[in-house]
């Protein structure tokens, strides 16, 4: 009797022969409810960013900066960080480790249910802000309110 080799074991064992496992063991699980958003702060402002700084293009970068000025409350160095948590009690204890915050704009779609200490503006994302003129004005008029301006 002879044994037929089907072609998915023939390649099974031309790899294995060769040092390649087919498949691969999945990484351990790791701790879902754990959330990371990455901060910038100049002066008294914090941005809460879904991506590093470092990540956004120039005109992104340039943009957050500008908007930052606006509020004329960006007269210090600037400091970037990433914040990992997983309840909005921790992320609000790791934010009050930042030096005088007066107010936080959380750009993007972040966690909606935190609540801080001082000023809070949910803005939409860089991306959207250096396409949407609109929203420029829109986040410009909420600062304006919020900081009396």
């Given at each position: 009797?002879?044994?037929?080799?089907?072609?998915?074991?023939?390649?099974?064992?031309i790899l294995k022969?060769?040092?390649?496992?087919?498949?691969?063991?999945?990484?351990?699980?790791?701790?879902?409810?754990?959330?990371?958003?990455?901060?910038?702060?100049?002066?008294?402002?914090?941005?809460?960013?879904?991506?590093?700084?470092?990540?956004?293009?120039?005109?992104?970068?340039?943009?957050?900066?500008?908007?930052?000025?606006?509020?004329?409350?960006?007269?210090?160095?600037?400091?970037?960080?990433?914040?990992?948590?997983?309840?909005?009690?921790?992320?609000?204890?790791?934010?009050?480790?930042?030096?005088?915050?007066k107010l936080i704009?959380?750009?993007?779609?972040?966690?909606?249910?935190?609540?801080?200490?001082?000023?809070?503006?949910n803005s939409p994302?860089?991306?959207?802000?250096?396409?949407?003129?609109?929203?420029?004005?829109?986040?410009?008029?909420?600062?304006?309110?919020?900081?009396?301006?």
């Amino acid at each position: 009797m002879y044994l037929m080799l089907t072609p998915e074991i023939k390649t099974n064992l031309i790899l294995k022969e060769i040092g390649i496992k087919r498949y691969s063991l999945r990484p351990k699980k790791t701790d879902i409810s754990k959330k990371t958003y990455n901060s910038f702060q100049k002066g008294a402002i914090l941005a809460i960013l879904d991506k590093p700084f470092d990540n956004f293009i120039k005109e992104q970068q340039d943009l957050l900066k500008a908007v930052l000025a606006s509020t004329k409350l960006d007269k210090d160095k600037e400091c970037t960080e990433g914040l990992t948590f997983t309840s909005p009690d921790e992320l609000k204890k790791k934010l009050s480790n930042f030096n005088e915050i007066k107010l936080i704009i959380i750009f993007g779609k972040i966690w909606s249910n935190l609540n801080f200490d001082c000023l809070v503006i949910n803005s939409p994302s860089l991306s959207e802000l250096a396409l949407k003129k609109e929203a420029k004005a829109k986040l410009w008029t909420e600062i304006k309110n919020k900081l009396n301006l």
